[in-house]
């Protein structure tokens, strides 16, 4: 599970051009609030916005590339249940 939350913060990083520092508050606001439902979505950008100090803008691309990683990883994880995930 470590190995794959670092993983999951270095395609941020990479994705997003933020410090190691934000993605560590964007994983935690994340691991905070469910994933799924729309209020959720909102309380995340809520934060984003408010802990990170962006634009509404920023906070909605943080979300959308979050998700997208996520949604990719979850594909790959179906496809290949015996596998570990590895980048491209």
């Given amino acids: 599970m470590k190995n794959n939350k670092h993983a999951l913060l270095v395609d941020l990083k990479e994705r997003l051009k933020c410090s190691?520092?934000?993605c560590v508050i964007?994983?935690?606001?994340?691991?905070?609030t469910s994933l799924f439902g729309k209020k959720n979505k909102q309380k995340m950008i809520d934060e984003f916005m408010n802990q990170?100090?962006?634009s509404l803008d920023r906070?909605?691309?943080?979300y959308d590339t979050?998700?997208?990683i996520f949604k990719s990883r979850v594909k790959w994880k179906i496809r290949h249940p015996f596998k570990?995930?590895?980048r491209n």
């Fill in 84 to 86: 570990s995930y590895k």
């Fill in 52 to 54: 990170l100090d962006v």
């Fill in 66 to 68: 979050f998700m997208d």
């Fill in 20 to 22: 190691e520092e934000d």
């Fill in 59 to 62: 906070a909605n691309e943080i």
């Fill in 26 to 32: 964007i994983n935690n606001i994340i691991e905070e």
